[in-house]
């Protein structure tokens, strides 16, 4: 599924340019949708208490690479 998305954003940039705030736009959203899908994981009752703190903490770090780039978006819009 991550390939199929960053092969889509490829294909995207090239209609729009490539412009920075286009393609940190589209990263955020990417990152909006890991972390969803992380949260998904988490909330299932059937994945077992070892692999949950392991998606904790990478969630976690995904979401310090959202905020990231949130800000750059942020610099590049003002």
Not at 18 to 33: H, K, Q
Request: aromatic share 6%.
């Amino acid at each position: 599924m991550g390939k199929l998305y960053r092969a889509w954003m490829d294909v995207k940039a090239v209609f729009t340019g490539g412009d920075r705030e286009t393609v940190l736009n589209n990263c955020e959203a990417g990152e909006d949708a890991a972390q969803k899908a992380y949260q998904m994981a988490l909330d299932d009752e059937e994945v077992m208490p070892r692999t949950k703190e392991l998606i904790r903490r990478q969630k976690s770090a995904l979401k310090a690479s959202h905020d990231q780039i949130r800000s750059l978006r942020d610099a590049v819009v003002h």
